[in-house]
């Protein structure tokens, strides 16, 4: 079965600074996908960036950025000159690449926030 | 585009009684459906999810179920719920094909 790991329950950083959050995860699997996902305090869930194993390039949308490691099964989630709306839990997904079977595995997730 | 609505938004409910939350997905057709729950301060857990009308896979045996009796409609159900049953539930689609999940809104349950 596949863990998925985030070993920082909580983080905080000024606004306007850099701030990275940690995702490991353990599975047998060559390819899977994975993916951050930001809960804000009204509590919905939002896609914020995804990555194919199979694709070496680490993969970017515009802030937010991920280091994937894939020998150390390793991808962390780079937040760039953060911003106040940024404050939120961010968890860390691994699917599994079997058609008929895409289910998440979720981290149990890093608070972050954001201090003005 | 593709729209998920989620409702009801907040429940309390009462030890042993029954439960109905829908979870209906606009724009898109058969999208895999998927049901979670998110105890307080942890991550989420996936109830059930399903592939097309009438299949549903559990993923933790327990007194909930669900079912897909349209093909954008999928429904989690309690015939007597428990205090531990308490928590957000969270519906998700995704097309099929290794494509991110979507959330809707949430609901959150309180049983007294």
């Known amino acids: 079965a596949q863990t998925v790991t985030q070993s920082q329950p909580e983080m905080s950083v000024q606004e306007a600074e850099t701030v990275t959050l940690s995702c490991t995860y353990d599975t047998s699997e060559s390819n899977y996908y994975l993916f951050w996902y930001k809960q804000p305090p009204s509590r919905q869930m939002i896609l914020v960036i995804r990555q194919e194993a199979y694709k070496q390039q680490n993969a970017t949308e515009n802030r937010f950025s991920v280091n994937f490691q894939k020998a150390a099964k390793s991808f962390s989630l780079k937040i760039s000159d953060s911003q106040l709306g940024d404050t939120a839990m961010y968890f860390c997904?691994?699917?599994?690449?079997?058609?008929?079977?895409?289910?998440?595995?979720f981290g149990t997730g890093t608070r972050l926030t954001i201090i003005p | 585009s593709q729209t998920i609505h989620q409702w009801p938004a907040t429940l309390v409910q009462p030890v042993g009684s029954p439960l109905s939350l829908e979870c209906t997905v606009e724009g898109t057709s058969n999208p895999n459906l998927y049901w979670y729950r998110q105890a307080a301060g942890r991550g989420l857990q996936l109830l059930f999810y399903?592939?097309?009308?009438?299949?549903i896979s559990s993923e933790v045996p327990q007194n909930l179920s669900a079912s897909r009796p349209q093909d954008r409609q999928f429904i989690l159900s309690s015939k007597k719920l428990l205090l531990s049953d308490s928590g957000f539930y969270l519906c998700?689609?995704?097309?099929?094909?290794?494509?991110?999940?979507?959330f809707g809104d949430g609901t959150r349950l309180s049983i007294l």
């Open positions: 998700a689609w995704s097309p099929s094909g290794y494509q991110p999940q979507h």
């Open positions: 399903s592939v097309g009308i009438g299949q």
């Open positions: 997904a691994f699917m599994r690449s079997n058609f008929g079977n895409e289910k998440l595995t």
